[in-house]
């Protein structure tokens, strides 16, 4: 006769241990990952800011005046740049190295998406909405900043540079602006 | 790691299924699994030319619209239509032979497909009349043709049709053997129907509520960041769906093929389950980087995405414990010995190893793309494309592969003339998919972007990318291979002897006799889905209509405004 209990029990066991190592690898996981997210101050862009799309470039913020990068009088950073159908403007920005830099996106049609190359700066362009993302750049030059969302045909050709000069070098004019002419 | 071995007296196994009569829904099942197909290797053409076109070297009719026309009929033959028809003529196969009786709703299961096969023919025209060339994601406010979505909608009617048939064809033979367990293919099938019927009303509510009507021209403004919402509630729960049918052949086939038993039933049961619940509160994982969610929402479901992995990790041990009892019965020794005992010119048994070599891969990329943090590096790369090419492409595809091979000779009552060139495609299409995703994995990390009708590399970044897309178009031209093999050895062309084959499953070591009811069915499951659905999705969703964010104007794609 075969104990058919005694393996199916022998069985139930095994997998039970395993389970319990597979429960035990998930939360080291999640823990590594909200180590990471917080030690390194990783914040995906979850500030939920509405802007108009239809007026944003007539009032406020996103008027071409106010876009590019420009430092304020307590020193703070902020690039602003519109994403559209099928360019950036402006299509140059300058930044600081080792310094804290807000990057502020808006979009009047469509959907985009910005990547900066070799850094994690990342967020969809929404229509509707501001999306931020705080930053510091560490390496100078020049990198490429694509639109990473299909957008329509030009979608290809949506590419700008963000130029990181050192801190030395960046030097904001009277009215605070800096830019890449 | 599993000391129950060969050595363990094993249950007799079961008498067979009386062979006799042949399938009734042959007929159903062959031209669900021939649109599939045909529709794969279409979109496999049209993949490599997409490869082509990225690199520095000169594709023909290489213009953006040509592109953007090729991948959005590439994604949806691949994501769409061969996934969908391959899992409902599966589910048919199953129904019929798991539960070893005809369907009794086979003629439902025709009008399923010819719904489904008019709304493939009305999407796939849209999209090469140049009239629809949003992607498979047709992210609003961008909009196409009216034709294009709705023939998007008779595919899922077409399937729901499909969900409709599996669970019925489950009860009635529940309420024909009470008490009795669901096989367990059969419970996964429904497992996956009923997940789908979940995973689809995401994406229905987007398309019914705001896409088409802004597609017709009755409305001219949409709510983007609701109907992103919306359509990550479909975006991962798909994911899972197309998954479904290869974890079915793990558990159900893959131990029979392998010359062992499946070592736990209850494991599959409890993994299929695990699916059903996990595969839904995460779509908004695809959010990280949007800014209409807060983080708190992100987080959640961030957390819910971790545990996903734990039914593919039970399902690795489980496989791999049942592939060892394989091994041992086979007389495979010591440590590693039963591996090599492993019938590996099966090819369900090849495809079983390929796929998992992929799927340690994939899995290790995913914990990256899943990570709340590290997703800024990776969001929207190639990184993306590559990891889903490698498991959905890989993994999963692969498997399709197998069960096709696996069951044909009980659908066509021939053997294949040459298992040998079986077990070259599947190797082919494993070895390509190394190739081309590997580097452009790295490509990814590099920052190239996806979605790119063509790079310019006279930029200095972007022109030391060049060789890798070249390699990564070397695999593709050896996958275009492997998809031409595989159609070879599916047609009448590549097949052999006549003969009379009833499937058979995988006994399990103890094979079910009565199990619990909630092992046994959906109606429990189907209370904590709605549960947490709620608790990740309710907000979410709500927040649009409780303060209502500013919307786009429509885009119209077809109207040449842009
Ligand atoms: C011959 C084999 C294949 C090749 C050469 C290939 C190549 C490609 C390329 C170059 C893209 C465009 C990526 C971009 O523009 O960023 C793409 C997109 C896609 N592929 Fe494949 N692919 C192949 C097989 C598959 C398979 C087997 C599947 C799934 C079953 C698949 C699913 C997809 C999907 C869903 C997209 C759409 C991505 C999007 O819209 O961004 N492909 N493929
Ligand atoms: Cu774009
Ligand atoms: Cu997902």
């Given at each position: 006769m075969i104990d058919h209990g005694a393996t199916e029990r022998r069985i139930l066991k095994t997998e039970l241990r395993w389970a319990v190592f597979v429960g035990f690898l998930v939360l080291m996981i999640l823990g590594a990952i909200v180590y990471a997210g917080i030690s390194m101050h990783i914040n995906p862009p979850s500030n939920r800011e509405f802007i108009d799309p239809k007026t944003l470039h007539l009032s406020g913020e996103f008027t071409e005046a106010n876009l590019g990068t420009s430092v304020d009088t307590d020193g703070q950073v902020t690039t602003r740049v519109i994403a559209t159908q099928f360019s950036f403007v402006p299509q140059c920005v300058v930044v600081p190295a080792n310094r804290t830099v807000t990057l502020r996106f808006a979009s009047p049609d469509v959907i985009h998406g910005i990547l900066v190359s070799g850094t994690n700066v990342n967020t969809m362009v929404v229509p509707g909405y501001v999306s931020q993302v705080h930053t510091e750049f560490t390496r100078t030059g020049d990198l490429l900043m694509p639109c990473h969302e299909y957008c329509g045909f030009g979608h290809s050709q949506m590419l700008a540079t963000v130029r990181v000069v050192p801190p030395e070098q960046f030097r904001p004019g009277p009215d605070g602006k800096v830019t890449c002419g | 790691m599993a000391s129950i071995a060969a050595n363990d007296a094993l249950p007799v196994p079961a008498a067979a299924p009386a062979a006799g009569e042949g399938l009734r829904s042959r007929r159903l099942v062959?031209?669900?699994?021939?649109?599939?197909?045909?529709?794969?290797?279409?979109?496999?053409?049209?993949?490599?030319?997409?490869?082509w076109a990225r690199s520095p070297l000169d594709a023909p009719?290489?213009?953006?619209?040509?592109?953007?026309?090729?991948?959005?009929?590439?994604?949806?033959?691949?994501?769409?239509?061969?996934?969908?028809?391959?899992?409902?003529?599966?589910?048919?196969?199953?129904?019929?032979?798991?539960?070893?009786?005809?369907?009794?709703?086979?003629?439902?299961?025709?009008?399923?497909?010819?719904?489904?096969?008019?709304?493939?023919?009305?999407?796939?025209?849209?999209?090469?009349?140049?009239?629809?060339?949003?992607?498979?994601?047709?992210?609003?406010?961008?909009?196409?043709?009216?034709?294009?979505?709705?023939?998007?909608?008779l595919v899922v009617v077409g399937s729901w049709i499909w969900c409709?048939?599996?669970?019925?064809?489950?009860?009635?033979?529940?309420?024909?053997?009470?008490?009795?367990?669901?096989?367990?293919?059969?419970?996964?099938?429904?497992?996956?129907?009923?997940?789908?019927?979940?995973?689809?009303v995401g994406v229905a509510a987007e398309l019914l509520f705001q896409v088409i009507p802004a597609s017709l021209g009755w409305t001219q403004m949409v709510d983007v960041g609701l109907s992103r919402t919306l359509f990550s509630w479909t975006l991962h729960a798909i994911v899972y769906f197309w998954l479904f049918p290869a974890y079915i052949a793990f558990y159900t086939m893959a131990p029979r093929e392998a010359g062992g038993r499946l070592f736990s039933d209850t494991m599959g049961r409890l993994s299929f389950i695990l699916f059903l619940l996990y595969s839904l509160p995460v779509g908004?994982?695809?959010?990280?980087?949007?800014?209409e969610h807060s983080s708190g929402?992100?987080?959640?479901?961030?957390?819910?995405?971790?545990?996903?992995?734990?039914p593919t990790l039970l399902t690795v041990f489980t496989i791999a414990a049942s592939l060892e009892i394989?091994?041992?019965?086979?007389?495979?020794?010591?440590?590693?010995?039963?591996?090599?005992?492993?019938?590996?010119?099966?090819?369900?048994?090849?495809?079983?190893?390929?796929?998992?070599?992929?799927?340690?891969?994939?899995?290790?990329?995913?914990?990256?793309?899943?990570?709340?943090?590290?997703?800024?590096?990776i969001h929207n790369t190639s990184w993306v494309t590559a990891h889903f090419h490698l498991i959905f492409g890989g993994t999963v595809v692969i498997m399709y592969f197998a069960i096709a091979y696996a069951i044909w000779p009980s659908l066509t009552g021939r053997e294949f003339a040459s298992l040998k060139r079986v077990r070259w495609q599947l190797w082919l299409w494993f070895i390509g998919m190394m190739v081309m995703t590997i580097p452009w994995h790295g490509l990814g990390l590099e920052g190239q972007w996806r979605r790119v009708a063509a790079f310019d590399y006279t930029d200095p970044i972007i022109a030391t990318w060049g060789p890798w897309v070249i390699v990564s178009l070397i695999g593709g031209m050896i996958l275009l291979v492997s998809a031409v093999l595989l159609i070879w050895n599916l047609l009448p062309a590549g097949l052999g002897r006549r003969t009379v084959q009833v499937y058979r499953y995988a006994e399990a070591v103890h094979p079910p006799g009565r199990v619990p009811a909630a092992l046994n069915g959906f109606a429990l499951w189907n209370v904590l889905v709605a549960v947490l659905m709620l608790a990740?999705?309710?907000?979410?969703?709500?927040?649009?209509?409780?303060?209502?964010?500013?919307?786009?104007?429509?885009?119209?794609?077809?109207?040449?405004?842009?």
């Open positions: - | 062959l031209s669900h699994f021939w649109l599939a197909f045909a529709a794969f290797l279409i979109a496999c053409v049209l993949g490599a030319w997409q490869m009719a290489h213009t953006a619209s040509n592109y953007f026309r090729s991948v959005t009929l590439h994604g949806v033959a691949m994501a769409y239509v061969l996934s969908t028809f391959f899992i409902m003529g599966f589910g048919y196969f199953v129904a019929e032979t798991a539960l070893g009786r005809p369907l009794k709703w086979l003629k439902a299961g025709w009008w399923g497909f010819w719904i489904g096969v008019v709304g493939v023919l009305m999407a796939a025209l849209a999209v090469i009349s140049g009239k629809a060339s949003v992607l498979y994601t047709f992210y609003p406010p961008m909009t196409a043709t009216p034709w294009f979505y709705i023939g998007l909608v409709g048939v599996m669970i019925a064809e489950m009860s009635f033979w529940k309420r024909d053997n009470p008490g009795q367990a669901v096989p367990l293919a059969m419970f996964a099938t429904v497992a996956n129907a009923v997940m789908w019927l979940w995973t689809t908004m994982h695809h959010l990280f980087m949007d800014p929402f992100k987080f959640l479901q961030m957390v819910l995405t971790a545990f996903v992995s734990v394989a091994g041992r019965m086979r007389g495979g020794k010591g440590l590693f010995g039963w591996v090599a005992a492993l019938p590996w010119k099966n090819p369900m048994t090849l495809a079983t190893g390929l796929a998992f070599v992929m799927l340690f891969f994939g899995g290790g990329g995913g914990l990256i793309n899943m990570s709340y943090g590290m997703n800024a590096m990740a999705y309710g907000w979410p969703i709500a927040q649009f209509f409780a303060d209502p964010p500013p919307q786009a104007v429509i885009h119209h794609m077809d109207r040449g405004i842009d």
